[in-house]
């Protein structure tokens, strides 16, 4: 969402309609005022006129380029003030939701749940491989990753970037595919071989190994048009997959000036007018994909993303200008940040549907067919 909102200073339409939306709204939505007035410097004196040659154009020149990380989510920021580290955590704690990691708190480094003897994963929008870098990093166990994403500078970054990541060995397989997630349809051939691989049907002897298959959509679900179903469906009917995912829900008391205002902000963020629903509906969305509605969960983190990202974005903007850069276009997604966090029409969620019946292992089939006995037999 605010990676689209940014792209908005390429087009001069949707930029003076964002303008339309901060201003003229501002009074109903209580925008945060912003100063826009410069004050000019009211005494050069001698020597200070070389700060209009110069100025601080020479920061761009001091930017250690390529970056260390380009992570791109809203970020779990609590204990954090720093961007990648918040992103890094979000997915941390979506695992952690999900119960694949050892939540002990024993040891500050993320650990997989012990026990796990296999990981298959299809990412949707892994961005620019962090967090697929991260993925391969911490699987102490064999890996099967699909990664798929739209954006194709961020395919080609990540390309880049995994290089050593895409040959790990009989236990790292490790590929990516730049194709639209949403539209299972039209993926080609050796995309629909990579994810049906995931669940052994390209492994007959093999299959039973697959310990946990799960689909991960860190940030990325409200972009997909015209619906996450399709994929969903796919998820759980041909992969018996669980899901886990960063994603947002619309306030069950959300006003309707507030959802006219939401829709308007989706089609600016290159999303679906539809794509925010309530818990309701997405429970019922996630059932008619195939999942039973008591394993789905939801994970309020709203307290934790909205405003510490506003309020990062807010301070980095002023870092930037300290060496002659802006924060520009990101701005209009600071500003939606603030009034969610503020209005709490929206709420950042993790949510986790589990696939039960692929999840059966070793001593979890005995309670599967203890229930199996309880509804068919006699002594019920």
Same mark, same amino acid.
């Given at each position: 969402m605010w990676a689209s909102l940014?792209?908005?200073?390429?087009?001069?339409?949707?930029?003076?309609?964002?303008?339309?939306?901060?201003?003229v709204l501002s009074t109903s939505c209580k925008w945060p005022k912003i100063n826009f007035t410069r004050q000019p410097p009211t005494d050069w004196g001698f020597g200070k006129r070389n700060d209009?040659?110069?100025?601080?154009?020479?920061?761009?020149?001091n930017i250690e380029?390529?970056?260390?990380?380009?992570?791109?989510?809203?970020?779990?920021?609590?204990?954090?003030?720093?961007?990648p580290t918040a992103c890094q955590a979000l997915l941390i704690e979506v695992l952690k939701k999900a119960k694949l990691l050892d939540d002990t708190g024993k040891s500050p480094a993320p650990k997989l749940r012990q026990g796990l003897k296999r990981l298959s994963i299809l990412d949707l929008g892994f961005g620019?491989?962090?967090?697929?870098?991260?993925?391969?990093?911490?699987?102490?166990?064999?890996?099967?990753?699909?990664?798929?994403?739209?954006?194709?500078?961020?395919?080609?970054?990540a390309q880049n970037r995994l290089g050593p990541c895409n040959n790990q060995g009989d236990k790292k397989d490790v590929q990516i595919f730049c194709e639209d997630a949403a539209r299972v349809n039209t993926w080609p051939d050796d995309l629909h071989r990579a994810v049906a691989s995931l669940n052994g049907q390209e492994q007959s002897n093999n299959s039973h190994d697959t310990d946990e298959i799960w689909v991960l959509a860190l940030d990325s679900l409200y972009h997909f048009s015209p619906s996450r179903k399709p994929v969903l469906s796919l998820a759980a009917q041909n992969l018996n997959a669980s899901v886990m995912a960063f994603d947002m829900l619309l306030s069950s008391s959300a006003s309707f000036h507030q959802r006219w205002v939401l829709k308007l902000i989706a089609w600016m963020g290159d999303c679906p007018v539809h794509a925010f629903m309530t818990r309701e509906r997405y429970t019922e969305m996630l059932a008619e994909a195939g999942y039973d509605r008591d394993h789905i969960e939801f994970h309020d983190v709203t307290a934790d993303v909205f405003e510490p990202l506003a309020r990062y974005m807010r301070k980095r903007s002023g870092d930037l200008e300290d060496v002659g850069l802006k924060l520009g276009s990101l701005n209009i997604?600071?500003?939606?940040?603030?009034?969610?966090? /503020?209005? !709490?029409?929206? +709420? $950042?969620?993790? *949510?986790?549907?589990?696939?039960?019946?692929? /999840?059966? !292992?070793?001593? +979890? $089939?005995?309670? *599967?067919?203890?229930i199996i006995i309880c509804r068919f037999g006699d002594w019920c």
């Open positions: 940014s792209c908005l200073s390429s087009s001069r339409v949707l930029c003076v309609l964002a303008g339309f939306v901060v201003g209009r040659l110069y100025s601080l154009d020479h920061g761009k020149l380029l390529p970056p260390k990380s380009m992570w791109m989510n809203m970020g779990y920021w609590r204990g954090t003030d720093d961007f620019c491989g962090d967090q697929t870098a991260f993925l391969v990093q911490l699987a102490r166990v064999p890996l099967k990753y699909v990664g798929i994403t739209l954006d194709y500078r961020q395919y080609r970054f997604a600071r500003l939606v940040f603030d009034w969610w966090a /503020r209005s !709490r029409v929206l +709420e $950042a969620v993790i *949510v986790v549907a589990r696939e039960v019946v692929s /999840r059966c !292992r070793g001593d +979890e $089939a005995k309670w *599967v067919k203890e």
